[in-house]
């Protein structure tokens, strides 16, 4: 239930962050107005959201799993597009092509988008089909007897049929049955054979990263397991393994190299002590990848005043950056297997008292070191580098690109006691925080993972050009793609769509 309540406070802040009233959202007994709404903001990520947060993500902050169903829809939506566009192709299939998009009237492609939607999600979530019958059927509304509504049905459902036989063996395991789990399917688990070298009870080497033990309830706790440690196999949009992306040793990370691993840990327990309730906040925003990254999206298309092709272009370009960013980053994570903060710490000070972040409510105290715990709940993987720093790296360029400015001008309100850590108490009142460029945003999303005490400060440093280039090549898989091409350039050497 508490899932369920948050989903609807962020959808509502959602709607109110992009000016509901620009998308021309009609009230609700006059329902969906698919001519000149847009179906993605106003439909489709109001019925999956909540879905999301029910059975994947409780805050928002599970990227590999989420990354992965928000890729398909999108996906599904650029291929069921590219009918209505007079040289895009997919990257799974082309549909053959209709009377070409005309901005003024967006039914079709709304139409489409939706059905490519459902054909993703009835086979990710099959148990909520009655859901999404109900979604598309508010994007069609009342022209289901359309010739042209009726042929967007069948190109969005061949598109995201199509998508979705396309990925599901690319190595994610979607379908579970790798490993040789045939009989009983286990969905995305691990068939690399990874185990960690430390238990969640015992640090056997304090140089690599130990599994956490997570409260689940009252009296009730589960032991971290790695998650998807196969991501880093999977196959991405862009020629992702021939770009250079440099990325050093985490040195630091290295209990040999004791001077400087103490220092940086010790850098964290400072930034604990001396977090604000701004720092608390924001480190909560940008956790939620269901809202920091795809909102900024929208609020974007809104300055630069997109018509609906241009958000769908604008939208999965920002997918593939983030899709295949996250293939990098867990490929490193599995490389490195570094130690996380909540573990080098106790290591360390043991029992010692040490100044810092005491808990929920509890403000900066003296507390035993073996007690500290991120304010920012402890990721399921390890800590080098960091996911969310690269993500927030490779969206922000795709954005940049995309609307050929840094300026982002995002102003976002925060409400007295909206934390989901501190509920109730943080922040102590109102304020609103102004994201103006893109590199800023980047930039403060890689600091909240230090101020959270979830990163140190080289796992967010040393991501900046690679991950910029992981953005660079997405804008230019997706413009060949626009373009009519396999989705090469001159920065994005593409891979070849798919027959």
């Not at 009918?83 to 799974?92: D, S």
């Not at 573990?343 to 029992?351: E, K, N, R, S």
């Amino acid at each position: 239930m508490k899932s369920i309540r948050l989903t609807l406070v962020l959808l509502s802040a959602m709607l109110a962050l992009v000016g509901a009233e620009t998308l021309n959202a009609q009230e609700k007994d006059a329902g969906f107005d698919a001519v000149k709404g847009n179906a993605a903001v106003q439909i489709i990520i109001p019925y999956v959201d909540p879905v999301f947060f029910e059975e994947v993500t409780v805050h928002g902050g599970d990227p590999s799993i989420l990354i992965r169903y928000t890729t398909l829809i999108v996906n599904a939506w650029f291929d069921a597009a590219a009918a209505y566009h007079p040289t895009a192709v997919g990257v799974y299939s082309t549909p053959e092509r209709q009377t070409p998009y005309d901005p003024s009237d967006n039914s079709a492609l709304n139409v489409a988008m939706a059905s490519a939607s459902k054909a993703i999600v009835d086979q990710c979530f099959p148990n909520h089909r009655k859901e999404w019958k109900m979604m598309l059927d508010e994007v069609i509304g009342d022209r289901g007897d359309d010739p042209t509504i009726r042929q967007a049905v069948i190109i969005g459902k061949d598109a995201g049929k199509a998508v979705w036989k396309g990925r599901l063996n690319d190595g994610m395991n979607h379908s579970g049955t790798m490993g040789g789990h045939e009989a009983m399917p286990m969905p995305f688990a691990d068939y690399t054979g990874y185990a960690p070298v430390n238990t969640p009870y015992a640090v056997n080497d304090p140089s690599r990263w130990q599994p956490a033990v997570e409260r689940m309830g009252t009296g009730k706790y589960r032991a971290q397991m790695f998650v998807t440690p196969q991501y880093g196999l999977v196959t991405p949009y862009t020629e992702l393994w021939s770009l250079d992306l440099p990325l050093p040793a985490p040195s630091k990370s290295n209990v040999k190299n004791l001077t400087e691993y103490t220092a940086q840990a010790n850098e964290v327990l400072a930034k604990s002590a001396a977090m604000t309730d701004e720092q608390k906040m924001l480190a909560e925003f940008y956790e939620n990848k269901l809202f920091s990254l795809p909102v900024s999206a929208v609020v974007a298309s809104m300055i630069q005043g997109m018509d609906l092709m241009e958000f769908v272009h604008m939208f999965f370009a920002q997918e593939v950056a983030i899709f295949d960013a996250g293939i990098w980053i867990w490929a490193k994570k599995k490389e490195f297997d570094a130690v996380r903060p909540f573990t080098a710490i106790p290591y360390l000070h043991g029992d010692s008292l040490v100044s810092a972040w005491g808990g929920p409510g509890k403000g900066t105290v003296e507390l035993p070191a073996s007690n500290w715990t991120s304010y920012l709940p402890v990721a399921d993987h390890p800590e080098y580098p960091s996911a969310s720093a690269c993500l927030c790296r490779a969206h922000a360029t795709v954005l940049q690109q995309v609307t050929g400015t840094n300026d982002l001008f995002w102003e976002v309100p925060f409400a007295k006691g909206s934390s989901f850590v501190e509920p109730g108490i943080t922040p102590a009142a109102d304020f609103t925080f102004t994201f103006n460029t893109w590199d800023e945003f980047a930039e403060v999303c890689g600091l909240t993972r230090l101020w959270s005490g979830v990163h140190f400060e080289d796992s967010v440093n040393n991501i900046k050009v690679p991950c910029t280039k992981i953005g660079a090549a997405a804008a230019a898989y997706v413009d060949g793609l626009v373009a009519g091409g396999d989705g090469s350039g001159a920065e994005g050497k593409g891979k070849k769509r798919k027959k």
